[in-house]
């Protein structure tokens, strides 16, 4: 099965950024004074957004701004699945139908470019 090499980028790089986020907030639950921010999630949380940069310029390099860009919400859609599992934030009718309402919105402006 062959995979192009722009989508995959363009979707790792949004697992990339989410996983960042993800650390960000495992860094920043309890913390109070900004000396405490600096912390080994923190850290590892800008590595993984710094990769999925890497990815997007690279995916820039190479593909319209017009494919490319919708691959963005994939962020937010894994951030708020992640957040349901990993933090025990609560999910809500509401919520799914922004989900299934951002992919198809992104379906569709893929498949339109």
Known sequence: MWVNPIIAALSFGSVFA???QILFKTGAVG????LEFVNM???GGLVLYAIGTVLWVYALS???LMLAYPFTVL???LV???AYFIFGERITAT???????I???????????
């Open 103 to 113: 992919l198809c919105g992104m379906l569709l402006i893929v498949r339109a470019s």
């Open 95 to 101: 919520g799914i139908t922004g989900v299934i309402l």
């Open 62 to 64: 190479k593909a319209n």
């Open 18 to 20: 989410a996983l960042g």
């Open 75 to 77: 962020t937010f859609v």
């Open 41 to 43: 999630w923190v850290a």
């Open 80 to 82: 708020y699945i992640a």
């Open 31 to 34: 913390r109070v004074s900004p």
